[in-house]
């Protein structure tokens, strides 16, 4: 039964490692649970407090988790359901139940890349984890990543807005919002893709938890790109451990001078391979899925992202909202502007939204309220979504489509205008 599986999953003092060796040795949950006392004994790798745990009967606090799980919607994934992912199955220590919120895609048939990063990133590095995300979804792959600042909800937000499905994983229970900040993203991603946790709901993140969680993105994955990460960064152990899965391990080449890219230039000169878009990592897994990678030939322009971060890269001004970036990028020189812009960095730039003929734009019933609501200038978003009835999740989308065609730009303190105002 399910609340035998809950019961063995939250055991005190027992490894996922020796849970997999009782789940062999028994072979189910409640053959370990009726076992008298004797019975493990014989087990090699089980301390006197596991011991004790597994002899403890009481099966109320699985019960209440259970409970936990109607209340808040959430699914529950055991070892040995047959949707469980086979690549996570065959890690060292995989979790012997998953939590779930949303639509459990396809693992096995997809290729999974796990997009990572520093929380504490620079303009350059948001803009090409986005972009990554985005043109990582636009050739068939699917992005897991781990929703916290930064690296990660960009490149998340990226795969959503090419339409793409996404999981990410957290470092607490699957119904908790974390960071806080994150809402609009967790809601995105419970509604257009999956998310997921080893944690039972109610756990709160901590600094052990999110180790953990590290090992279920990478062994979700066919491979894992490092997008930015310092030197001490929980990226690099999400890399280390995709090595050590037998995970292919990708980063993409950062400034020589700046901190937040000594890690992922490190693990360059180690042997990952260089990433400089979402092909480059989605080619590599061509030959095992023909009938899902494709490549992208959309232009550049469309794969670039947004105009605020465009600003901060080229002026070094203030970094989006809820992401340090430190130290910061030169100022704007024209000289600085034409090499970006060369690179292939920046998106081309794009014509002032004209009130004249808004119709020129071709826009949706949701876009065209939007831009209505902002005629008089700028707004938050929270009563933009007041005005035009619109709920988030169909707000959020157009925003991102509106702002990808020039119409809009984000502000910071979440406040949205019209370009050109």
């Excluded at 004790?52 to 055991?78: G, N, Q, S």
């Excluded at 994983?169 to 080893?198: H, K, M, T, W």
């Amino acid at each position: 039964m399910l609340v035998h599986w809950i019961w063995l999953a939250h055991r005190p003092g027992l490894s996922d490692r020796v849970k997999l060796a009782l789940l062999q040795h028994f072979q189910e949950p409640e053959d370990i649970f009726f076992a008298d006392d004797g019975a493990f004994d014989h087990i090699d790798g089980l301390s006197e407090e596991a011991k004790t745990a597994l002899r403890d009967k009481d099966l109320a606090p699985a019960e209440r988790i259970l409970e936990d799980c109607a209340r808040e919607k959430l699914h529950v994934l055991t070892f040995r359901d047959a949707a469980y992912p086979a690549r996570l199955k065959n890690i060292f220590d995989p979790p012997v139940v998953l939590y779930y919120r949303g639509q459990l895609p396809d693992f096995d048939g997809s290729p999974v890349i796990g997009v990572v990063g520093t929380r504490k990133a620079s303009a350059y590095g948001l803009t090409t984890a986005k972009r990554m995300g985005y043109q990582i979804a636009r050739c068939g792959g699917l992005v897991v990543s781990g929703m916290a600042f930064g690296i990660d909800g960009m490149a998340m937000s990226g795969a959503l807005t090419a339409g793409g499905s996404v999981v990410g994983v957290l470092g607490c229970g699957a119904d908790i919002v974390y960071p806080v900040s994150n809402r609009a993203l967790f809601q995105d991603v419970a509604e257009y893709g999956c998310i997921l946790s080893e944690f039972a709901p109610g756990t709160p993140p901590a600094k052990w938890t999110f180790p953990k969680r590290n090992r279920i993105i990478s062994g979700l994955s066919c491979g894992v790109l490092v997008v930015e990460a310092p030197e001490k960064s929980g990226s690099l152990i999400t890399a280390r451990l995709a090595a050590e899965q037998g995970r292919d391990v990708f980063a993409v080449p950062g400034n020589i001078d700046q901190p937040s890219f000594v890690g992922s230039n490190r693990l360059l000169r180690e042997g990952a391979i260089v990433a400089s878009c979402g092909w480059d990592v989605l080619s590599e897994y061509e030959a095992l899925f023909p009938d899902k990678i494709h490549r992208d030939t959309a232009p550049v322009h469309q794969t670039a992202y947004p105009d605020e971060v465009k600003k901060a890269a080229l002026e070094g001004e203030k970094p989006l909202p809820k992401v340090a970036q430190k130290p910061r990028l030169p100022r704007k020189s024209e000289n600085l502007k034409k090499e970006l812009d060369k690179k292939g960095i920046d998106k081309a730039a794009c014509a002032a939204y004209s009130d004249g003929n808004p119709k020129q734009t071709q826009l949706s019933a949701d876009e065209q309220a939007i831009v209505s609501a902002l005629e008089g200038g700028e707004r938050l978003v929270d009563d933009v979504i007041a005005e035009t009835g619109l709920g988030t999740g169909r707000l959020l989308s157009s925003l991102t489509m509106l702002e990808l065609r020039g119409v809009i730009r984000r502000l910071p303190g979440k406040r949205i205008v019209l370009n050109g105002r």
